[in-house]
């Protein structure tokens, strides 16, 4: 059983900058890709960034794209999501998740992903 375990989010000002950890276990994390997703109030859950198992290939929403860094170590069982630039509209909760499958994809639905971790806040006033 895969668990993940998301921390780093917090409350900033617009323009600011925070770095979300996702910590795996349980699982083969080394070959996976894993992905981050978000869910404001009221709306759909959406995708933000995914990474292959060996960071060789990476993808962004368009909305986030030139703002986030999608990044992983593996010797740490680790995936980050470096927010820089951040506006009031990214607040949101923030998910890890992962396919579980040791393929060079890059999935953008959240029904391709199998584990999801529990989601840290992060909110950014105006």
Do not use: H
């Not at 759909?44 to 368009?62: H, S």
Request: with cysteine; aromatic share 10%; glycine share 12%.
């Amino acid at each position: 059983q895969v668990q993940l375990v998301e921390s780093g989010g917090g409350l900033v000002q617009a323009g600011g900058s925070l770095r979300l950890s996702c910590v795996a276990s349980g699982g083969t994390f080394s070959v996976v890709t894993m992905g981050w997703f978000r869910q404001a109030p009221g709306k759909e859950r959406e995708f933000a960034a995914a990474i292959t198992w060996n960071g060789g290939t990476t993808k962004y929403a368009d909305s986030v794209k030139g703002r986030f860094t999608i990044s992983r170590d593996n010797a740490k069982n680790t995936v980050y999501l470096q927010m820089d630039s951040l506006k009031p509209e990214d607040t949101a909760v923030y998910y890890c998740a992962t396919p579980n499958r040791p393929a060079p994809v890059t999935p953008i639905v959240p029904r391709e992903y199998v584990y999801w971790g529990q989601g840290t806040q992060v909110t950014v006033s105006s």
